[in-house]
């Protein structure tokens, strides 16, 4: 990919093409990131607002649940540790999409190359037959 870059500086028409896909590779990987960002923070605060909406003024809840539902083998109710271990959720779920975002987009670049390589190689063999 280095030489790409330094053979198309010379050719100012490779250079803006180059540039250009550069420019929507990076729009795709941000756009993956910030969907899949999104849709898990909905998932992780939906079961929240759900909640919210459906209790009654008279209804009395004091149970606090997490993001997920998680067993642990201690309470978790109390105040510094149940928001310590939300947050920790929380942050996990988020790394844990962007991951496999990341991997997806590295798989549907790959299968990309590849069928970008194999169009080339038929395109070539049909010319020269």
Not at 14 to 39: D, E, R
Not at 74 to 79: H, Y
Not at 87 to 96: E, G, K
Request: glycine residues 2%; neutral net charge; hydrophobic residues 50%.
């Amino acid at each position: 990919m280095d030489n790409n870059w330094h053979e198309c500086i010379n050719i100012d028409q490779h250079l803006y093409t180059m540039t250009t896909k550069a420019n929507i590779a990076h729009f795709f990987s941000n756009a993956l990131l910030s969907c899949n960002a999104i849709i898990t923070v909905i998932y992780l605060l939906g079961d929240y607002v759900i909640r919210s909406v459906f209790l009654n003024e008279n209804y009395n809840n004091t149970v606090r649940q997490l993001p997920i539902k998680i067993q642990f083998p201690f309470k978790i109710q109390q105040s510094p540790v149940f928001e310590f271990i939300a947050v920790i959720i929380f942050l996990h779920t988020i790394l844990q999409v962007w991951t496999n975002t990341i991997l997806n987009g590295l798989i549907f670049s790959l299968v990309t190359y590849i069928v970008y390589f194999l169009f080339l190689i038929f395109y070539t063999t049909k010319r020269f037959t």
